[in-house]
């Protein structure tokens, strides 16, 4: 028999993160607080390659994540044996990474009779807000990562409603292509940030698609054709793309981004509104893309504007991280004996709300969606 999870005692989850090109391990107990936390960035590794190579990511992970896990535990000062649970992010993303991950947990969940439990990266996105604060449930959630653009009510742990999706390009996609059409480095949000810092972004004018259209949907992919036309014809017309030019089309591209998730944002809110019968409840944002200060103070000034309270999780805990998943699989462990079987596999695909459909087809855009 596996320990079954006891609300009145110390509970210590081990989350592994392998999903894409971190590899990251935490432990964290039920009382919120992160004992240890490590990551190991391959950045450089996929860097020459504009963006990440699945095969390399995999092997990365083999080579790193046995050492990581000893570390961490180390610097928790626990054993496997303290543990009560292993969490480790089992859809969705890179299937190599995935596995890499998935088995390792597993064969540590098996070898010291611990349960095995199976996060789904985006519930870590999710979820991570309430490690840092006392967030109750439901809350309005904008999700913007490199995969995924998506505005969801969040009702529960495994109660997620999907009000919008991208159509096409994902929120962090946008920024690390529009990083690459500018000769930017990878990852490209942080590196659109620092250069619209400097920027002026009433220069050029950029698209904002969907804007005033109904519904919370999104759609990226005109915004990012306009990037690359606008950074033509600036060399067209100078020769060359120069500092100011990159600066100011930055600038363009995160006003016309914040701009659209304001007027997304609103609708979610009005349908949130109805849905819950309440008006003052939680705005959440998270994800990868949440990092960016810019675009917390648009949504911040969303909420504000609609009498909401703001929450977004600290920077680190944006990206990838293992807390994210170290913390979903607290929630899953305390919260509901849903602690899944060995049978579990890596889904590569796995929507947070199993109801909303494909936005387009059955594709990579359909799984974004
Ligand atoms: O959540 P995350 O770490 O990984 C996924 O689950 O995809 O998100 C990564 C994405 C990348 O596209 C990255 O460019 C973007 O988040 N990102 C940012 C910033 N920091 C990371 N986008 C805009 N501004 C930032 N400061
Ligand atoms: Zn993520």
Not at 15 to 35: F, P, Y
Not at 244 to 253: E, G, H, K, L
Not at 285 to 310: C, D, H, K, P, W
Not at 333 to 342: E, G, R, S, T, Y
Request: proline fraction near 6%; hydrophobic fraction near 40%; glycine fraction near 10%.
């Amino acid at each position: 028999m596996v320990d079954t999870p006891h609300k009145s005692r110390q509970c210590f989850v081990l989350g592994i993160e392998t999903s894409c090109d971190e590899t990251a391990v935490a432990v964290v107990d039920q009382r919120k607080k992160i004992l240890a936390h490590k990551i190991l960035s391959q950045i450089d590794d996929h860097a020459e390659y504009g963006g990440v190579v699945p095969e390399i990511a995999a092997r990365q992970h083999i080579s790193n994540l046995d050492n990581l896990i000893e570390q961490t535990l180390s610097d928790a000062n626990m054993a496997i044996h303290d543990l009560s649970a292993i969490a480790a992010t089992t859809g969705p993303g890179l299937v190599g990474g995935l596995m890499v991950g998935v088995m390792t947990a597993k064969a540590i969940a098996a070898a010291a009779n611990k349960p095995f439990i199976a996060i789904n990266h985006l519930e870590g996105h999710a979820l991570t807000p309430r490690l840092v604060e006392d967030i109750a449930f439901p809350y309005l959630l904008l999700l913007m990562s490199g995969g995924h653009c998506q505005i969801l009510m969040a009702r529960g742990v495994g109660d997620y409603t999907r009000l919008g999706s991208t159509i096409d390009d994902a929120a962090g996609e946008a920024f690390d292509k529009t990083a690459k059409l500018l000769g930017l480095p990878y990852p490209g949000g942080p590196a659109v940030e620092k250069a619209a810092r400097n920027g002026n972004p009433q220069r050029f004018p950029l698209p904002t698609p969907l804007l005033g259209k109904p519904g919370c949907d999104f759609s990226f992919s005109g915004l990012k054709t306009a990037v690359r036309r606008t950074a033509e014809a600036c060399v067209t017309e100078r020769g060359s793309l120069f500092v100011d030019d990159r600066a100011d089309i930055c600038a363009a591209f995160q006003t016309a981004i914040g701009r659209c998730i304001e007027d997304r944002l609103q609708r979610g809110i009005t349908i949130f509104r109805e849905e819950a019968g309440e008006t003052r409840l939680p705005l959440v944002v998270a994800g990868g893309v949440a990092a960016n200060q810019y675009l917390r103070g648009v949504i911040e000034g969303v909420a504000t504007n609609n009498n909401m309270s703001f929450h977004a999780p600290p920077l680190a805990l944006c990206t990838d991280n293992g807390a994210m998943i170290a913390w979903a699989g607290m929630e899953r462990f305390l919260d509901n004996p849903h602690i899944d079987d060995h049978d579990v596999s890596p889904r590569p695909r796995w929507p947070l709300d199993g109801e909303a459909k494909p936005k387009i087809g059955s594709g990579r855009k359909g799984t974004k969606a």
